[in-house]
């Protein structure tokens, strides 16, 4: 089944406890990005890759970090999260065949304390 | 002026009514139009891409008006399974893979 995963689903931790989120597609889609969503404010893109190696900034990168090592795999890391970093996260993945459409991940809820 | 407005709603419509949701952008040369459906939290499923001539997709029609900048949706003969937040997307032509969402516009339909 195509699809996207992201691990963990839920997440409970406290501030400066580094973290991974992972995200990995198996539909060899080039495209991959990561959003917040917070109440009121909608989904705001955290990074995206256009492919392996290629990374670049969406409109809040601060306090993130991602890599792309392989072409199915994208993790968000957190290397000292905050209390303002607690949202819905999402992984996406897109084709690179013009339309831009977009397949979600399940969301990772993150609580930072 | 924030790059994708919505109107957040809620719209509630009774079963079997016409809804129309728009959607302004302020960069003039986006490229990219789409509308996504997520329920409850859930990950956004995409609905329909938005074409310059507009386009139908059974009881939902997309149009794209680049004078006024702005997207828009009609749902006809609305079904309680409508209901969900729409999201409008754009890709704002500025290089990479650049994207904005709006914040959403709630709908319940109601028996």
């Known amino acids: 089944e195509a699809q996207v995963t992201q691990n963990p689903r839920y997440l409970i931790t406290v501030t400066g406890k580094k973290l991974t989120v992972t995200c990995s597609q198996n539909m060899n889609h080039e495209y991959m990005s990561w959003y917040r969503q917070d109440p009121g404010l909608g989904l705001r893109q955290i990074y995206y890759?256009?492919?392996?190696?290629?990374?670049d900034k969406g409109d809040v990168p601060e306090g993130y970090k991602v890599s792309r090592k392989e072409k199915r795999n994208f993790p968000l890391i957190l290397e000292s999260p905050s209390p303002n970093q607690t949202s819905l996260y999402f992984c996406?993945?897109?084709?690179?065949?013009?339309?831009?459409?977009?397949?979600f991940g399940p969301g990772t809820r993150l609580t930072v304390l | 002026r924030k790059e994708v407005e919505q109107d957040p709603g809620p719209f509630n419509v009774p079963e079997g009514a016409t809804v129309a949701f728009n959607c302004t952008y302020s960069?003039?040369?986006?490229?990219?139009f789409f509308w996504y459906r997520q329920d409850c939290r859930k990950e956004p499923k995409l609905l329909m891409s938005v074409y310059s001539s507009g386009n139908e997709d059974g009881r939902f029609t997309a149009q794209l008006n680049r004078a006024s900048q702005y997207i828009s949706l009609l749902i006809r003969d609305s079904k309680l399974s409508d209901s969900a937040t729409y999201l409008c997307?754009?890709?704002?032509?500025?290089?990479?893979?650049?994207?904005?969402f709006g914040a959403g516009t709630r709908l319940f339909v109601k028996a």
């Open positions: 960069n003039s040369a986006s490229q990219s």
């Open positions: 997307v754009v890709n704002p032509n500025t290089g990479g893979f650049k994207t904005i």
């Open positions: 996406a993945s897109t084709p690179q065949d013009g339309t831009l459409k977009q397949f």
């Open positions: 890759s256009m492919n392996v190696e290629v990374t």
